[in-house]
């Protein structure tokens, strides 16, 4: 297993403050959070600098950048059902993937996180599953050749690796693959380890985080039990990317915190569980 870490732990860091500090957290890769061109929600969000600039920051750090996390998804209704085909902008999510995917590939970064996300009240599931399996098949087209895939993460209607794989398998391109939150499918009621085994080699990066009271806690010091995830993973011979949440970007509870002795903590721990070496800290 390969740990990483979000910058969502970090909202507030400029990506120039946040590289020379990736050498003592002892990580081996970042998946950096977008909300795409123009947004200024985060100051790290890698779509507000140039991207031969980001990948210069990080080469020096020796660090990957294994994930660029999008909040794209694919569940935007037709409206009207018939004529909205033609007077709706019925290919924005289509053409935000193509975005995110070029900005990818500049960044040298192989996987773009995107959702399906969530059926509205009163709509078949079989309907919604259609239309957002058709965006998909069009999105991960875009891909072809370009070394970079999509990675489709649980969340929304969606909440189940059983979900995941139901969406990937409909879609047919292994250019699909799948990012797993078991904090989210543990909500639903999935076993961890059956939903690891359920997504098998379409797995590319796993979410872990811990909770404290509903508060966002370095791993291993709150009620989720992670270790039980790692465990699962292992049993199972996982060796792809397990990326940390410290979710200081949605949750104002967690802003006044020691953030880097959270993310320090928590790669010691990930390095503990999955029975690897801790990358050197500090030893320049």
């Known amino acids: 297993m390969k740990p990483a870490f979000s910058t969502v732990a970090l909202p507030d860091w400029t990506l120039a403050r946040i590289a020379p500090q990736l050498e003592t957290w002892g990580y081996l890769a970042v998946e950096l959070r ?57 290919e924005r999510s289509i053409r935000e993937t193509k975005g995110m ?15 399906a996300f969530e059926l509205p009240e009163g709509e078949s599931r079989k309907n919604g599953m259609a239309r957002i ?3 998909l098949k069009k999105a991960t ?10 990675a489709l993460e649980n969340g929304g209607t969606f909440n189940t690796a059983v979900d995941l794989a139901e969406i990937i398998d409909a879609v047919g391109s292994p250019l699909l693959t799948a990012s797993y939150c078991p904090a989210v499918a543990a909500m639903a009621g ?27 806690v370095a791993l291993g010091t709150g ?7 790692f465990a699962a993973l292992a049993k199972s011979g996982y060796t792809g990317w397990v990326t940390y949440e410290f979710d200081r ?27 690897g070496k801790r990358a050197l800290v500090g030893a320049r």
């Open 223 to 229: 009620d989720l039990k992670v270790q039980d995830t």
């Open 249 to 275: 970007a949605w949750l104002p509870t967690a802003a006044n915190v020691d953030v880097s002795a959270i993310l320090t903590s928590s790669a010691k721990s990930m390095y503990d569980w999955s029975g």
């Open 34 to 90: 977008t909300f795409g061109n123009g947004s200024t929600q985060t100051a790290c969000d890698p779509a507000l600098t140039a991207a031969s600039k980001v990948r210069s920051m990080f080469d020096k750090a020796g660090m990957q950048i294994c994930s660029l996390a999008t909040g794209i998804r694919y569940d935007e209704i037709i409206s009207p059902p018939i004529i909205g085909n033609v007077i709706s902008d019925t």
């Open 101 to 115: 995917v070029d900005l990818a590939l500049a960044l040298e970064c192989a996987s773009v996180r995107v959702f």
């Open 133 to 135: 399996v058709d965006r």
């Open 190 to 216: 999935e076993n961890i380890a059956n939903g690891i085994n359920v997504l098998g080699e379409r797995l590319v990066n796993v979410k872990v985080k811990d909770l404290s009271d509903g508060k966002p």
């Open 141 to 150: 087209d875009y891909c072809r050749n370009s070394g970079v895939k999509l």
